[in-house]
């Protein structure tokens, strides 16, 4: 196991979350970043769904994110080094906790300014196959006024973290609740998550 993704077991293990910065190098994070820019000029992302569970509720009122599925078939060179690392962490969490954890989802997102993501989990109501939620954040200096900061739920009161470039955040997705603030610029990121149940076509 690599330092880093031994690192994030444990304190998993130990919080239930994990935060590292500098995950990858800077030329690879501002491909990503890139990329992704350009992906979203091109009109190649689309508003994000929801849990069945509230369907009723008007999307727009829960989160404002767009996002793009990413496929491993299809993939950039930048894109292709991130899913190694999912890969190797996805592997190396499977045998620490000892839970069969047979593949990931992950897709591109980006928060434009005004948007925002309401208070929840990541495990919905009907569904509990996600077992691990992975964000790495592609903001080049970002500051506090730029808002957007993903604020963590504990033991009755909360934290914020920056959505910083080459920050990752790694955490139990039926344990840690939370949030993104509204954010006051276009906020990147590659989010995913390690599930426990075998892969199914992704439709959205
Ligand atoms: C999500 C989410 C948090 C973030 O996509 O479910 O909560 O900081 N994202 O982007
Ligand atoms: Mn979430």
């Known amino acids: 196991m690599n330092n880093t993704v031994a690192l994030i077991a444990e304190q998993l293990d130990r919080h239930a979350i994990a935060i590292v910065d500098d995950l990858l190098p800077?030329?690879?994070?501002?491909?990503?970043?890139g990329e992704s820019k350009q992906l979203l000029g091109e009109g190649e992302f689309h508003p994000a769904l929801i849990g069945r569970?509230?369907?009723?509720?008007?999307?727009?009122?829960?989160?404002?994110?767009?996002?793009?599925?990413l496929e491993t078939e299809n993939l950039s060179e930048a894109q292709q080094l991130?899913?190694?690392?999912?890969?190797e962490l996805r592997e190396s969490l499977s045998n620490f906790f000892r839970i069969?954890?047979?593949?990931?989802?992950?897709?591109?997102a980006?928060?434009?300014?005004?948007?925002?993501?309401t208070r929840h989990f990541d495990q919905f109501r009907e569904t509990n196959n996600r077992i691990f939620s992975i964000i790495l954040y592609l903001n080049e200096n970002w500051n506090e006024t730029d808002g957007g900061q993903l604020r963590i739920y504990e033991?009755?009161?909360?934290?914020?973290?920056e959505p910083k470039m080459g920050r990752l955040v790694c955490f139990r997705s039926d344990l840690v609740e939370h949030e993104v603030l509204v954010t006051n610029?276009?906020?990147?990121?590659?989010?995913g998550w390690i599930r426990r149940d075998e892969p199914t076509p992704v439709f959205l």
């Open 53 to 69: 569970g509230v369907t009723e509720q008007r999307i727009s009122e829960v989160r404002g994110d767009k996002i793009l599925w």
């Open 26 to 33: 800077e030329d690879v994070l501002s491909q990503l970043l």
């Open 82 to 87: 991130y899913f190694n690392f999912l890969e």
């Open 100 to 108: 069969g954890l047979p593949w990931f989802e992950c897709h591109l």
């Open 155 to 161: 033991n009755g009161t909360h934290r914020d973290v």
């Open 185 to 191: 610029r276009t906020r990147f990121s590659i989010t």
């Open 110 to 117: 980006a928060y434009p300014a005004g948007s925002f993501y």
